[in-house]
C-alpha cells in the first residue's frame, strides 16, 4: 500500500527539503498541494508541478495524488488543468469541499447538487484519464459514507472516488459504523485519510460543548477503530493509497514530527497484519 504526505503543516520546508522529510520517514512521496502559497498553484501548474515531480524522482519518490481546489462546477472550465495533472502522473485529484455553510441553495438541494456536478466532473476525468477524488469532511457535503455514495453511485469509479476519512468523522461530524461505510461505498473507496482524533474534556469555554472537545491526534492514540477498518478494506480489495495528515501540534513541529514518525509506524504494523 502506498502512502503519500499532505504537507500542508510543512508549508515553510523548499520542496527539496519537503523530499528529504519524506524519504526520511520511509514513505513514497508527497500528494501535490496545489494552493497558493505551497510548491504548485493552478496560475502556473504546468511549469511547477513537472519540476515538483523531478524533485521527488531525485530522492525516489513519486507524485501521484494531486489536492486541489478544482470546484465540482469548474471542471470544464478547467479541463485543460486538469489533463496537465494527467499527463504529469498524477492518477487521483482531490475536489474542492463544498462548504454548506456557503451553500447558496436550501440544505435540502445539496444532493442533487453533487449529482449533477459530479455527472460533468466524471466526463471531464474520463477525457484526461484521471480519477476526481470525492472527501468525505466535516463542515462539508457530503460529511459522511450516506452521502457520498448517494452522490456517486451510477458514476465510473475509474473516474470517481471517495477519500475515506474516519478521523474526520470522528472530530466534526459523519461518524457512522465502518462495517457499514467500507462495504456501502466498496469500490468507490480509492483513498484513505490516516488520520485521527479523540475526544477529551477541557476548558468550558461557555460554546455549549461544556468543555468536550475532538482534537485531531496520531491515530496511536485516537478513537478509531482501525481493526475494524482494515478488516473491512482487505475484504473489499482496497489497496491504497493513504495519505497521512498529521493535523495535530501545528505550533510544535518537533513535537507533531515525533508522534507522525510514531503514527507512520503504526499504520504500516496495522495495514501488514492485514495484508495491505
Request: aromatic residues 14%.
Amino acid at each position: 500500500m502506498k502512502h503519500y504526505l499532505f504537507a500542508k503543516n510543512y508549508k515553510d520546508f523548499s520542496a527539496e527539503e519537503l523530499m528529504e522529510k519524506c524519504a526520511l520517514y520511509g514513505i513514497d512521496g508527497p500528494s501535490a498541494l496545489i494552493r497558493d502559497g505551497y510548491w504548485i498553484t493552478e496560475t502556473d501548474l504546468v511549469t511547477e508541478l513537472p519540476a515538483f515531480v523531478r524533485t521527488a524522482e531525485k530522492y525516489g519518490l513519486e507524485v501521484k495524488y494531486a489536492d486541489t481546489d478544482i470546484a465540482v462546477t469548474d471542471a470544464e472550465a478547467k479541463a485543460d488543468l486538469i489533463r496537465a495533472m494527467s499527463d504529469c502522473g498524477i492518477e487521483n485529484f482531490r475536489l474542492a469541499y463544498v462548504f454548506k455553510k456557503s451553500f447558496p441553495g436550501h440544505v435540502r438541494e445539496l444532493e442533487e447538487f453533487m449529482k449533477r456536478n459530479l455527472f460533468k466532473v466524471a466526463e471531464v476525468a474520463e477525457r484526461a484519464n484521471i480519477r476526481a477524488v470525492v472527501q468525505i469532511h466535516g463542515y462539508t457535503y457530503p460529511h459522511n459514507a450516506t452521502a457520498a455514495y448517494n452522490c456517486v453511485k451510477g458514476l465510473d469509479p475509474k473516474y470517481i472516488g471517495v477519500k475515506l476519512d474516519p478521523g474526520n468523522n470522528f472530530s466534526a461530524e459523519g461518524y457512522e459504523f465502518l462495517t457499514y461505510q467500507v462495504p456501502l461505498l466498496g469500490e468507490y473507496i480509492c483513498a484513505l485519510g490516516e488520520k485521527d482524533a479523540m475526544l477529551v474534556r477541557g476548558e468550558d469555554k461557555g460554546d455549549g460543548n461544556k468543555g468536550w472537545y475532538r482534537p485531531f491526534v496520531p491515530a496511536q492514540d485516537g478513537a478509531t477503530n482501525h481493526e475494524t477498518l482494515f478488516d473491512e478494506l482487505k475484504k473489499i480489495g482496497f489497496a491504497g493509497p493513504g495519505i497521512f495528515m498529521p493535523m495535530y501540534h501545528p505550533d510544535n513541529f518537533e513535537r507533531m514530527e515525533k508522534e507522525f514518525i510514531g503514527e507512520i509506524e503504526y499504520f504500516k504494523k496495522m495495514e501488514a497484519k492485514y495484508g495491505l
